[in-house]
Nanobody
Framework: QVQVVESGGGSVQAGGSLRLSCAAS????????MGWFRQAPGKEREFVAA????????SYVDSVKGRFTISRENAKNTVYLQMNSLNPEDSASYYC???????????????????WGKGTLVTVSS
Protein backbone atom coordinates (compact mmCIF):
# COMPACT_ATOMS: atom_id res chain seq x y z
CA GLN A 1 0.00 0.00 0.00
CA VAL A 2 1.23 3.47 -0.89
CA GLN A 3 0.02 6.61 0.84
CA VAL A 4 -0.03 9.70 -1.37
CA VAL A 5 -0.56 13.24 -0.13
CA GLU A 6 -0.59 16.39 -2.26
CA SER A 7 -0.12 19.98 -1.13
CA GLY A 8 0.46 23.40 -2.60
CA GLY A 9 -2.77 24.18 -4.37
CA GLY A 10 -4.42 27.58 -4.13
CA SER A 11 -5.70 30.59 -6.02
CA VAL A 12 -3.57 32.67 -8.35
CA GLN A 13 -4.10 35.23 -11.08
CA ALA A 14 -3.45 34.45 -14.70
CA GLY A 15 0.25 34.57 -15.47
CA GLY A 16 1.17 33.53 -11.95
CA SER A 17 2.92 30.45 -10.61
CA LEU A 18 2.30 27.67 -8.13
CA ARG A 19 4.29 24.65 -7.01
CA LEU A 20 2.53 21.46 -6.08
CA SER A 21 4.15 18.83 -3.90
CA CYS A 22 3.34 15.17 -3.45
CA ALA A 23 4.73 12.92 -0.76
CA ALA A 24 4.48 9.16 -1.11
CA SER A 25 5.20 6.51 1.48
CA UNK A 26 4.79 2.80 1.94
CA UNK A 27 7.19 1.61 -0.75
CA UNK A 28 10.74 2.63 -1.65
CA UNK A 29 10.11 5.98 -3.33
CA UNK A 30 12.98 5.54 -5.75
CA UNK A 31 11.19 2.54 -7.27
CA UNK A 32 8.05 4.51 -8.15
CA UNK A 33 7.20 6.37 -11.30
CA MET A 34 5.26 9.48 -10.31
CA GLY A 35 2.85 11.66 -12.20
CA TRP A 36 0.22 14.38 -12.07
CA PHE A 37 -3.29 14.41 -13.47
CA ARG A 38 -5.94 17.09 -13.29
CA GLN A 39 -9.70 17.18 -13.44
CA ALA A 40 -11.86 20.23 -14.03
CA PRO A 41 -15.56 20.22 -13.11
CA GLY A 42 -17.59 18.27 -15.66
CA LYS A 43 -14.50 16.98 -17.42
CA GLU A 44 -12.57 13.74 -17.43
CA ARG A 45 -9.36 13.37 -15.47
CA GLU A 46 -6.45 14.08 -17.79
CA PHE A 47 -2.75 13.33 -17.71
CA VAL A 48 -0.48 16.32 -17.06
CA ALA A 49 3.08 15.10 -16.46
CA ALA A 50 5.12 12.13 -15.29
CA UNK A 51 8.64 11.38 -14.17
CA UNK A 52 10.62 8.16 -13.98
CA UNK A 53 12.02 6.81 -10.75
CA UNK A 54 15.47 8.14 -11.64
CA UNK A 55 14.14 11.55 -12.55
CA UNK A 56 15.87 11.37 -15.91
CA UNK A 57 12.79 10.74 -18.02
CA UNK A 58 9.76 13.00 -18.11
CA SER A 59 6.65 13.39 -20.21
CA TYR A 60 4.06 16.17 -20.49
CA VAL A 61 0.73 16.82 -22.10
CA ASP A 62 1.18 19.27 -24.96
CA SER A 63 -0.88 22.00 -23.31
CA VAL A 64 1.60 22.42 -20.44
CA LYS A 65 4.92 21.92 -22.23
CA GLY A 66 7.21 24.86 -21.62
CA ARG A 67 5.12 26.06 -18.67
CA PHE A 68 5.09 23.16 -16.20
CA THR A 69 8.06 21.23 -14.85
CA ILE A 70 7.91 17.96 -12.97
CA SER A 71 10.79 17.00 -10.69
CA ARG A 72 11.49 14.75 -7.74
CA GLU A 73 13.66 14.49 -4.66
CA ASN A 74 13.99 10.82 -3.79
CA ALA A 75 15.70 11.65 -0.50
CA LYS A 76 12.51 13.46 0.56
CA ASN A 77 10.05 11.00 -1.02
CA THR A 78 8.55 13.95 -2.84
CA VAL A 79 7.62 14.89 -6.39
CA TYR A 80 6.92 18.45 -7.47
CA LEU A 81 5.00 20.18 -10.22
CA GLN A 82 6.19 23.71 -10.88
CA MET A 83 3.47 25.54 -12.78
CA ASN A 84 4.30 28.84 -14.46
CA SER A 85 2.33 31.14 -16.77
CA LEU A 86 -0.90 29.76 -15.43
CA ASN A 87 -4.13 30.51 -17.25
CA PRO A 88 -7.78 29.94 -16.30
CA GLU A 89 -7.85 26.74 -18.37
CA ASP A 90 -5.39 25.25 -15.88
CA SER A 91 -7.96 25.51 -13.08
CA ALA A 92 -8.70 22.01 -11.79
CA SER A 93 -8.13 19.60 -8.98
CA TYR A 94 -4.64 18.17 -9.39
CA TYR A 95 -4.01 14.57 -8.42
CA CYS A 96 -0.70 12.89 -7.72
CA UNK A 97 -0.38 9.46 -9.32
CA UNK A 98 1.85 6.51 -8.54
CA UNK A 99 2.80 3.77 -10.98
CA UNK A 100 4.69 0.73 -9.77
CA UNK A 101 6.95 -0.90 -12.29
CA UNK A 102 8.81 0.05 -15.43
CA UNK A 103 8.70 3.56 -16.84
CA UNK A 104 5.80 3.83 -19.28
CA UNK A 105 6.65 7.08 -20.97
CA UNK A 106 4.22 9.11 -23.02
CA UNK A 107 0.79 9.97 -21.71
CA UNK A 108 -0.50 7.83 -18.89
CA UNK A 109 -4.04 6.54 -18.82
CA UNK A 110 -5.95 6.59 -15.54
CA UNK A 111 -6.11 2.78 -15.76
CA UNK A 112 -2.32 2.61 -15.51
CA UNK A 113 -2.22 4.32 -12.12
CA UNK A 114 -1.80 2.13 -9.06
CA UNK A 115 -2.36 4.76 -6.37
CA TRP A 116 -3.91 8.22 -6.25
CA GLY A 117 -3.76 11.13 -3.88
CA LYS A 118 -6.92 12.92 -2.84
CA GLY A 119 -6.16 15.99 -4.91
CA THR A 120 -5.38 19.65 -4.40
CA LEU A 121 -7.37 22.47 -5.95
CA VAL A 122 -5.82 25.04 -8.26
CA THR A 123 -7.87 28.07 -9.25
CA VAL A 124 -6.58 30.57 -11.80
CA SER A 125 -8.50 33.80 -12.22
CA SER A 126 -8.37 36.06 -15.26
Amino acid sequence: QVQVVESGGGSVQAGGSLRLSCAASGRPFSSLSMGWFRQAPGKEREFVAAISWTGVRTSYVDSVKGRFTISRENAKNTVYLQMNSLNPEDSASYYCAVVIGAWRGGSWSTDAVDYWGKGTLVTVSS
